[in-house]
Nanobody, 123 residues
């Protein structure tokens, strides 16, 4: 049984930082591409950042220079370090795993999803 369990969300003031974690089980973690997505109220789910099975990373322009995705194969965990947070970053953040190790920005390509963690940035 595949499980992706996110943690680390919360309430933070603008300019602050949070680190999200996603612990994976039931998958060949080091082979899968892993992604972080977010969904704000009334908006579509969007890709925030991804890391391929080979370790290559990509991020949406709005978070480049502020957010960093990384993975720890020994812990089967992927992280999203979020710095210089803005109110527009407020959303539910989801971790996802793609059995294709290349990875993609398209949410529908991902095979497994976590339950989500709320991030709220106050102004």
């Amino acid at each position: 049984q595949v499980q992706l369990i996110e943690s680390g969300g919360g309430l933070v003031q603008a300019g602050g930082s949070l680190r999200l974690s996603c612990a994976a089980s039931g998958i060949i973690f080091n082979f899968n591409a892993m992604g972080w997505f977010r969904q704000a109220p009334g908006k579509q789910r969007e890709m925030v950042a991804l890391v391929s099975g080979g370790g290559a990373t990509n991020a949406v322009d709005s978070v480049k220079g502020r957010f960093t995705i990384s993975r720890d194969g020994a812990k089967n965990t992927v992280y999203l370090q979020m710095n210089s947070l803005k109110p527009e970053d407020t959303a539910v953040y989801y971790c996802a795993a793609d059995r294709n190790p290349i990875g993609t920005i398209d949410a529908y390509e991902y095979d497994y999803w976590g339950q989500g963690t709320q991030v709220t940035v106050s102004s």
